[in-house]
């Protein structure tokens, strides 16, 4: 926050002004409850006719760190996460839904990260006024090699970086996605959703470590740049 005081101090003392966007827009930088730690969903929208439990909760939110009787991690980033498997049997697993972010200002490096998993997990981006600027699927998906995650990747998240700096300025707001597919795990997972970074964060140098009970051991995966493919 500090680099983006400086660059908004530079444009006083050059402009006389703030930018617009920047100046006189109250929408926050970060989106609201980005990694669910609330443990509902405080700042998400959910569409019409989301299931619910007993209690009338909306369901989709898990505490679980791992699954199956191989305890496979999950990469959880806080004490929640929005999977799949939370919302069922109401919404099967081919079946597509997704819920809406709360609008944020994309300031500092234009970049944004998104914890996701599984085989139809995306993630998109629009305008304020409703236009697709942003479309990005988990390329890192593997169904092979099972249970060795540094080989394949199944329910476990991983953290992706969407550049979308043209945008830095404006106002956006996002979508996760289950998209609707026919087998090929059709689930997705999904946790800490980060809207501003000073800097552009570095897929070379940064990475996610989990615990591997194939080989009672620690993996590193780094993190991973992801294409934008949303067509202009």
Known sequence: ?????????????????????FAESEIPFQVENGGFETGDFTGWTLPEGWPVDENG??????????YWAEKMPINQAGNYHLESWSLQPEITEPEAWHI?????????AGCITVRMGGASAAVKVFKADGTQVGYFTNGHFKDSSFPNIEEGSWG?????IMDLSEYIGE???LELWDEEIIGSWAVAFFDEVITL???KPNYKENFDTMYNPAKNMDVQIKWQRTINKCMP
């Not at 909760?57 to 791992?66: D, F, Q, T, V, Y």
């Open 156 to 160: 476990d998240m991983h953290t992706f």
């Open 197 to 199: 970074y000073d800097e």
């Open 1 to 21: 926050m500090k680099k983006m005081f400086s660059l908004l101090l530079l444009a006083v003392l050059v402009c006389g002004v703030l930018p617009t966007a």
């Open 57 to 66: 909760n909306p369901k989709g939110l898990s505490s679980e760190n791992s």
């Open 171 to 173: 106002e956006l707001y």
């Open 100 to 108: 809406t972010s709360s609008h944020f200002i994309l300031g500092g």
